[in-house]
């Protein structure tokens, strides 16, 4: 028997299927990361409007590393496991990770 699992994403703003690759669109605000599904558009429009404040911000890094040795591959069977929901690919969400950790 042969199965073929199919993964759909689907804007959180209008609910439009999105046919992009990389439908995630991050981005955080007074130290609260921000994760929405986004059509091309959408994520275009977000861009648009955040440019100007992008244009004068500086850029930080952020320290978010899994505990050493784990793996994506984990993190992803464990939160499978705990009835999590969790993307095919992509980073981590850092909840999932957060609970990973602190469950580990």
Sequence with gaps: MTKKTVEKFYSDLSGEEIVSANPTA??????TAYEM????????????????YIGAARQVSRKTTP???????????????QGIQIPAKGRIPLEIQAAFDKAN
Excluded: C
């Excluded at 599904?37 to 100007?52: C, I, K, N, Y």
């Excluded at 505990?67 to 496991?81: E, F, L, M, N, Q």
């Design 26 to 31: 991050t981005f955080s605000l007074d130290g």
């Design 37 to 52: 599904e986004l059509t091309v558009a959408e994520r275009a429009t977000l861009s648009d409007a955040m440019s100007q």
């Design 67 to 81: 505990k050493s040795g784990t793996s994506a591959a984990t993190v992803r069977a464990w939160a499978i496991k």
